[in-house]
């Protein structure tokens, strides 16, 4: 059985620093590609950043410089380092999965359909 576990959340101030990690479990985690979404009210579910088997990154424009996405495979655990906070960056953030049983992932995507597998969500609010 697949679970992802985020770690909590915060609120904080503008210009702050928030390290968000998620802990896998239940395949196959160092062959995955793992990725971190975002969701604000009113606003639809949005790619942060994501990264392959390979430990390629992707970010989406509006976090690049500011965010760094790792994992540790010895730990089956994705990490979101998120330093200069904004306002904008509150949201809800779930980290997602998706594998192939056998196969190794070296395709990450910032595409929510691509992810079958979701954790529950942590909160992150900045204020100004």
């Known amino acids: 059985q697949v679970q992802l576990v985020e770690s909590a959340g915060g609120s904080l101030q503008a210009g702050g620093s928030l390290r968000l990690a998620c802990v896998a479990s239940?395949?196959?985690?160092?062959?995955?590609?793992m990725g971190w979404f975002r969701q604000a009210p009113g606003k639809e579910r949005e790619g942060v950043a994501s990264i392959d088997a390979t430990r390629m990154p992707t970010y989406a424009d509006s976090v690049k410089g500011r965010f760094a996405i790792s994992r540790d495979n010895a730990k089956n655990t994705l990490y979101l380092q998120m330093n200069s906070l904004k306002p904008e960056d509150t949201a809800m953030y779930y980290c997602?999965?998706?594998?192939?049983?056998?196969?190794?992932?070296?395709?990450?995507?910032?595409?929510?359909?691509?992810?079958?597998?979701w954790g529950q969500g942590t909160q992150v609010t900045v204020s100004s």
């Open positions: 997602a999965a998706r594998f192939a049983s056998g196969a190794y992932c070296a395709r990450a995507s910032l595409l929510s359909t691509d992810y079958p597998y």
């Open positions: 239940g395949y196959t985690y160092s062959n995955s590609c």
